[in-house]
């Protein structure tokens, strides 16, 4: 039977109540014991005993944490924005749609019924990290002996369920905020989408692992495609933050170690900015003071990438820069909405990826009536349908369109896949597989969780997940090396408009450890400005155009 789900509710209660934010930033900088940092933590607890005022839970034999950024950041002051459709709600139900298919799976964890409790981070790492409370708070030994209630009588504490893995975090930055707790906790976390290098540490990141490859992998793959593309001169440009700033810092240091590759110029993108299109136009104008390295190669995030070329364009500089994008370009269209002009060319990458049918099919079959268990639904169903539904609390407040409820996914709007939904679904997988093992080694003889499982803890947990190797979702091997990283598959891409009767993005190739580029694929104007010979001038005619024909 598959298990259902309901929303959580924040507690109400008096006195005085801690922040846990600036408690949690603090303890992420200070080496506490960890009798203190229980104490502290549950200071952090009290009085809010399930922080999330919205999660969804279900119920199971044994649960699951799951972390996505269902929502973008807020304005300052505000720690959650406007839903993501897709990053955020389809990626969640991504996990959800893993859950059933396990749960109705007699093969796999027989007898034992998979619940979860699943977390909105709003894109922002310090607002997960107190989120991240409610994994923890059944493993902190709360002391209750001097609690009473108003009558004298003792309380009825109702102990919060044990998450015994996490699913997520998606950013990076937030995977790192979150990892630095769970694992004090010994709680294995699994990611579908943080490809920071720095996470491949397994001192400090010991109980953290991902289906997706780290940047290191994908920085070489761009180093790798770079120089078959005959360049020699390139700048970078990287989001402020651990993804931006990393990518391009493992790029430099492949780059250097190769040789035969000089950077023009490192741009970083502030991230707390007042005025958005000043900072942009500024870039565009220091990115054509070196006007021979002409190619760019980015690790930004979404909005980035839409307003560097929006200043492009805005500069007159359509077909000027060539574009090497990061995974979180990919192949996606949104940042390049209005402006595809000056994406021509651009050589993209992305880790190997497959559409999962099952999940289309499941997906577009959601409605308001059968997704009750998604506390978010409603609120995506607005914004997908642009409608208002009659509730209280409708946060679509740019339109007067009543939603009907017969609206359908797919059919009364755009539905596509998002790119990390495989990676979602190997991850659950990937925890469902060492439980599995786990089960039938410590329980081989009783049906369901024995209690050796039930009190085996993470650190056991986490070897059976390292040990996985299966067939994920899109038929590819599912396994971890010593680190809890991927191995690293790439696709890589070239985005086209012009002279082609399918404008988007065509593949060109694949890293698999090495590359395999097809050149006559690559569109013939790829091409960029070498650097000069050592100690010639700037600029000088040693410069000159090296192009793919």
């Known amino acids: 039977m598959k298990a259902g789900g309901s929303a959580g509710h924040r507690p109400g209660g008096g006195g005085i109540m801690v922040r846990p934010g600036r408690l949690l930033r603090l303890l992420t900088l200070l080496k506490l014991p960890c009798c203190l940092l229980e104490l502290l933590l549950w200071e952090a607890a009290r009085g809010q005993e399930m922080y999330a005022p919205h999660s969804i839970r279900l119920e199971g034999d044994i649960t699951l944490g799951g972390l996505f950024p269902v929502h973008a950041k807020g304005p300052p002051g505000v720690p959650c924005g406007d839903i993501k459709k897709e990053n955020g709600i389809h990626r969640l139900e991504a996990m959800l ?20 409790r699943i977390l909105d981070t709003c894109s922002r790492d310090t607002y997960a990290l107190e989120q991240s409370l409610t994994f923890v708070q059944a493993l902190i030994q709360k002391d209750t002996s001097d609690v009473r ?39 294995p976390q699994i990611s579908y989408a943080s490809t920071a290098p720095e996470l491949s540490d397994d001192r400090r990141y010991d109980f953290f692992s991902r289906v997706v490859p780290p940047d290191s992998f994908q920085a070489q793959a761009m180093v790798d495609i770079v120089k078959a593309l005959g360049w020699n001169y390139v700048s970078t ?74 200043a492009a364009k805005r500069a007159d500089q359509v077909g000027h820069f060539l574009w090497v994008g990061s995974d979180t370009w990919g192949s996606k269209v949104s940042p390049l909405l209005q402006q595809e002009d000056v994406a021509e060319g651009a050589i993209t990458i992305l880790p190997k990826r497959a559409t999962i049918e099952g999940f289309d099919a499941y997906f577009t079959s959601r409605t308001l009536e059968n997704n009750r268990r998604n506390v978010w639904f409603a609120e995506y169903w607005e914004e997908n349908f642009n409608c208002k539904l009659t509730i209280s609390g409708s946060k679509k407040e740019d339109t007067d369109r009543k939603c ?37 080694d410590l329980c081989a003889d009783y049906p369901g969780v024995c209690p050796e499982m039930e009190h085996a803890g993470g650190k056991k947990l986490l070897k059976y997940i390292r040990s996985v190797n299966f067939n994920g979702s899109a038929g590819t091997p599912v396994m971890f090396n010593k680190n809890g990283d991927a191995p690293g598959r790439y696709d890589i891409f070239q985005y086209h408009t012009t002279n082609t009767s399918t404008p988007g993005y065509r593949l060109i190739g694949q890293w698999t450890d090495d590359l395999q580029l097809n050149k006559r694929s690559v569109k013939a104007d790829a091409c960029s400005l070498q650097a000069p010979e050592p100690g010639s001038a700037l600029p000088s005619a040693s410069w000159y155009v090296k192009c793919l024909l």
């Open 149 to 187: 209630c108003t009558n004298g009588e003792p309380p009825v504490f109702v102990k919060p369920e044990k998450v015994v893995g996490v699913i997520g975090a998606s950013g990076s930055s937030v995977s790192i905020m979150v990892a630095n707790i769970l694992r004090l906790f010994q709680i």
């Open 97 to 116: 749609y893993a859950l059933d298919q396990i749960n109705s799976d007699p093969d796999l964890l027989p007898n034992v019924t998979l619940g979860a």
């Open 237 to 310: 440009l990287a989001s402020e933050g651990n993804y931006g700033e990393k990518g391009v810092e493992s790029f430099m240091q492949i780059s250097r170690e190769a040789g035969g590759l000089c950077i023009a110029q490192s741009l970083k993108i502030p991230q707390d900015r007042k005025d958005k299109t000043i900072d942009f136009d500024k870039i565009i104008k220091q990115l054509l003071e070196t006007p021979n390295a002409r190619a760019i190669v980015i690790f930004a995030n979404d909005e980035d990438i839409k307003q560097i070329l929006a």
């Open 404 to 440: 009907t409820g017969q609206e359908r996914i797919g059919k009364d709007s755009h539905y596509e896949q998002e790119g990390k939904v495989q990676f979602v679904i190997d991850a659950v997988y990937a925890m469902a597989h060492a439980l599995h093992h786990m089960n039938k």
